[in-house]
């Protein structure tokens, strides 16, 4: 019956379609370029804001505020895209896969990874500029790992922007999204500045944002395992990175646990993303069809 319907392999629908996204993308000229003035803007303005503070031991706050500045900008960009496009793209997906012209797991697998590219180089150059402007330790390991959370909250976001927007129409998802990322920001910079005082039960919640994971990866990126910060005056407590990292609750926290909390997160958004999408389509499919039973009926 599989083979009735999609008579070519998954693999041949796939390149098809990762071709055609890729096609799309790049002929959509104007929209890289807003993407790419978005990204270096963006890190040009928060390089100004926070200029060479990177290493002061007099501004650790300031450079925590820069790390939740990139949480923020990698969250809000990469939630509101797919919010934002996705319902119109549903249109046509709804006739193409209602014709079977290819599977949902392959349409999906290619929606998922074209993006990914493009992703990538737009990340890369917010964060090298970002990081290079707030005079960040340039260390080969802490850069690397500095980029990995950013392109994972910009993964796990893009996730979660699915999710909305193979819910909500374009109106509704442009409330229900902020309106979900409003929370989880919040409770991923809760305990600054008390991080050794803070409930099990706040721990809980704070468990349950992403963006927690990702911040805290930024942190550990630029703080853990580091010598004292320069101090131009008599006395600079955080000069000593232990206790920044103690008072922001990340002084227990492993780098690798980060990661894979957002991988998790990942997960679990894109399989939800994938079911209400599944669902819109088939209860489409489905009304279409009695549509087409009750006018063959009446003809009859």
């Known amino acids: 019956m599989q083979k009735m319907e999609f008579p070519t392999t998954f693999m041949t629908q796939f390149k098809i379609l990762i071709k055609r996204m890729f096609t799309q993308t790049i002929r959509n000229s104007l929209s890289l370029w807003i ?25 650790p706050i300031a450079n925590f505020k820069f790390c939740l500045s990139c949480v923020v900008f990698f969250m809000y960009t990469y939630i509101m895209i797919p919010v934002l496009l996705f319902p119109m793209e549903l249109r046509m997906l709804r006739r193409e896969y209602f014709n079977r012209w290819y599977s949902l797991k392959a349409y999906y697998a290619a929606l998922t990874l074209s ?17 290079v402007m707030s005079g960040q330790l340039l260390e080969w390991d802490r850069f690397i790992l500095f980029t990995i959370s950013g392109i994972m909250i910009a993964i796990c976001s893009e996730g979660l922007g699915l999710l909305v927007g193979s819910t909500f129409s374009v109106t509704n998802g442009s409330i229900v999204g902020p309106a979900t990322a409003a929370p989880l920001l919040a409770l991923c910079c809760y305990g600054m500045g008390f991080g050794s005082y803070i409930e ?20 550990l990126a630029l703080y853990q395992k580091r010598s004292l910060m320069e101090c131009n005056t008599d006395f600079c407590l955080y000069a000593d990175t232990k206790i920044l990292l103690r008072d922001l609750g990340m002084a227990n926290d492993n780098y690798g646990t980060q990661i ?41």
């Open 115 to 131: 993006t990914l590219p493009f992703m990538l180089i737009l990340g890369l150059l917010f964060i090298v500029i970002g990081y």
């Open 200 to 219: 099990w039960i706040m721990k809980m919640f704070m468990s349950l944002s992403y963006l927690r994971y990702g911040l805290t990866g930024f942190c």
């Open 35 to 59: 993407q790419l003035l978005h990204h270096v803007s963006a890190a040009g303005l928060l390089g100004g804001i926070f200029f060479m503070i990177g290493n002061d031991g007099n501004a």
């Open 260 to 300: 894979a909390g957002l991988l998790a997160f990942t997960v679990v958004y894109r399989f939800f993303a994938y079911f209400m999408l599944r669902y819109r389509l088939t209860t489409e499919y489905r009304n279409r069809l009695m549509t087409y039973v009750s006018k063959f009926l009446k003809h009859r």
